[in-house]
Nanobody
Framework: QVQLRESGGKLVQAGGSLRLSCAAS????????IGWFRQAPGKEREGVAS????????YYTDSVKGRFTISGNNAKTTVYLQMNNLKPVDTGVYYC????????????????WGKGSLVTVSS
């Protein structure tokens, strides 16, 4: 089974930057998407950003476009989320995730989860 481990979450002031890392190990499939979900207190878990293993195409939810950048190595065994101009609404637990169905529309389609890394953005 694939295992995912996030790191880099911390307290940061609004307008600041932070980079999260995800290390993936174990068996993986070529046609998959890897990236990040987040869950704010009292909110549903939402897809933030992902990269498709097959062609490298990326996805970003509207609220982070222009501020967040997803990247990684060629095999996508290490994935990063560079977060710039952070806002308090970005606060939440960020989860690394893999979907073999290449879908980032819902947490229901995620096949593997990391345990999460807390990002707190203060105003």
């Amino acid at each position: 089974q694939v295992q995912l481990r996030e790191s880099g979450g911390k307290l940061v002031q609004a307008g600041g930057s932070l980079r999260l890392s995800c290390a993936a190990s174990g068996r993986t499939f070529s046609r998959s998407a890897i990236g990040w979900f987040r869950q704010a207190p009292g909110k549903e878990r939402e897809g933030v950003a992902s990269v498709r293993s097959s062609d490298g195409s990326t996805y970003y939810t509207d609220s982070v476009k222009g501020r967040f950048t997803i990247s990684g190595n060629n095999a996508k065994t290490t994935v990063y989320l560079q977060m710039n101009n952070l806002k308090p609404v970005d606060t939440g637990v960020y989860y690394c995730a893999i979907s073999y169905g290449d879908s980032w529309s819902s947490a229901e389609y995620v096949d593997h989860w990391g345990k999460g890394s807390l990002v707190t953005v203060s105003s």
